[in-house]
């Protein structure tokens, strides 16, 4: 047989194929003997790659017919039908539901499809941690006896500076701020450029947990609707920064959360030019930007960032280690004021943990690693879509991400997702429904689904049972 990945560029190239069209929903495909001759394979390979593409979802095989591209799933409907409104805090009901989704992610025994952080060894690199940590610590004893100061590690940010490249970025190992995650960075971020009563612009749906932290730093929101598949509407927020209506902006222009679109390269390069214009500072967080599943990372905005107006943030929590929460920040005009909130706050990152990521990342396994987990998220991915499919109410749409491991879904009309969530509770399985994506309570027929875990029998049966279960979640 073919080198494994060989299989595995076969199927991802004809997963392309359908992904665009080019071989529609009941289209057969080419014969294993026909493609083996087209692409001078054997037999054996064309097979593997035929059963890959079956168990990811997008493909079925017919007894003495051969393999048919399966019915896909539609995407949800362009652009959000709603306008940026006025600016406003978060409803309380929303902030209550986010409390009542986060307590059921830390109960035992739920099944959790809400909670967006990878879950078993298959998902980190923790022996290799482990091992470098302890040669870390072998060569220099001392850390753990000294205090870390901010920045932060030489060595990691150093790190972090060179990886910024991929993605256009052309940062400075010194103005990097190490941090205690990407929520920290976020927090920080904000209090640089905000002050009590500020208006922030944000995309819709968003990041629920800017929902809380936005409620803490008494700032209000303006929902600016947000396409499933292009990203921020630009036109309307020019339109928010000609009439001076925001203090700040903050986006997910790589890989969104939840709706894991990116936006185009001339999209960024006008957001970009946007905010350096009016002189408004971006908040971009890259958390997922480095999960994107093409072979070339499309760039950040912050690439294209002409007077140091946007600050920059990721951690690698959702990559290599969730507990190190280790974070960080690239804050342009804003450093200086960034390194003194930092040093107010929690003063610095432990210097153990942050040399050993760094020394992670000098020795290329990251790379490695990142590649892994791109390839078992697209196939994560394609096989929750064939399952929603399966098993959803008729009229179902859900997105096609760009990159990571969550899925936002929305039921047809008159579904209700407050209700599902509650009647998921009630059998120990958590969802996340729409509201907590917006501070007005928006996309109550909408949902998140995570899929960073085993796709194991329980996982599989449970989101079969959510599928059902919105039968009787209708609002009418």
Request: proline share 7%; glycine share 8%; with cysteine.
């Amino acid at each position: 047989m073919d080198s494994p990945t060989l299989y595995h560029q076969l199927a991802d190239d004809l997963s392309s194929a359908i992904s665009l069209g080019t071989l529609p929903p009941g289209a057969r495909l080419p014969s294993v003997r026909k493609t083996a001759h087209s692409r001078q394979l054997s037999l054996n390979t064309v097979v593997a790659a035929y059963r890959v593409l079956e168990d990811r979802g997008l493909v079925e095989a017919r007894p003495q017919s051969g393999y048919y591209v399966r019915a896909r799933l539609p995407s949800p409907a362009r652009s959000a039908s709603h306008r940026a409104g006025p600016a406003q805090g978060t409803d309380g009901a929303v902030l209550d539901l986010i409390g009542s989704a986060l307590q059921a992610q830390q109960t035992p025994g739920y099944i959790d499809m809400a909670l967006a952080c990878p879950r078993g060894g298959d998902f980190y690199p923790a022996g290799k941690l482990a091992r470098l940590m302890g040669q870390v610590l072998r060569k220099n004893p001392g850390l753990v006896s000294n205090y870390a100061l901010p920045p932060g590690s030489e060595r990691l940010r150093t790190q972090i500076a060179r990886r910024g490249l991929e993605l256009g970025m052309a940062l400075q190992a010194d103005n990097i701020l190490l941090t205690h995650g990407a929520m920290e960075a976020l927090q920080l971020a904000l209090r640089a450029v905000t002050r009590h009563g500020d208006t922030v612009g944000i995309e819709s749906p968003t990041y629920f947990n800017l929902l809380p932290l936005f409620a803490s730093l008494g700032l209000k929101a303006v929902e600016i609707p947000t396409d499933p598949q292009h990203g921020m509407s630009l036109d309307a927020l020019e339109m928010l920064l000609a009439e001076k209506r925001l203090h700040a902006i903050v986006a997910m222009p790589n890989v969104h959360n939840p709706l894991g679109c990116s936006m185009s390269t001339e999209n960024k390069k006008r957001l970009a030019a946007l905010v350096n214009r009016y002189q408004v500072p971006l908040i971009e967080d890259a958390l997922y930007a480095e999960l994107q599943f093409g072979d070339a990372l499309q760039p950040a905005v912050k690439a294209y960032d002409s007077d140091g107006w946007i600050i920059v943030c990721a951690s690698y929590t959702k990559t290599l280690a969730p507990d190190f929460r280790v974070g960080w920040l690239e804050g342009g005009r804003f450093t200086e004021a960034l390194r003194k909130l930092k040093f107010s706050t929690s003063i610095a990152e432990p210097l153990v943990l942050c040399e050993t990521l760094g020394a992670f990342l000098e020795s290329g396994g990251y790379d490695h690693h990142l590649r892994m987990l791109k390839r078992r998220y697209t196939i994560h991915v394609d096989k929750v879509r064939a399952l929603i499919a399966d098993h959803f109410p008729p009229g179902t749409r859900a997105t096609h991400p760009s990159g990571g491991f969550l899925i936002w879904i929305e039921l047809p009309e008159g579904y209700d997702t407050v209700k599902l969530f509650h009647l998921a509770i009630a059998e120990r399985i958590s969802i996340s429904p729409g509201p907590l994506y917006s501070p007005s309570g928006r996309y109550r027929n909408a949902l998140r689904v995570s899929c960073c875990q085993p796709l194991d029998e329980r996982f599989v049966a449970a989101l079969a049972r959510i599928g059902m279960l919105a039968a009787a979640a209708r609002s009418d």
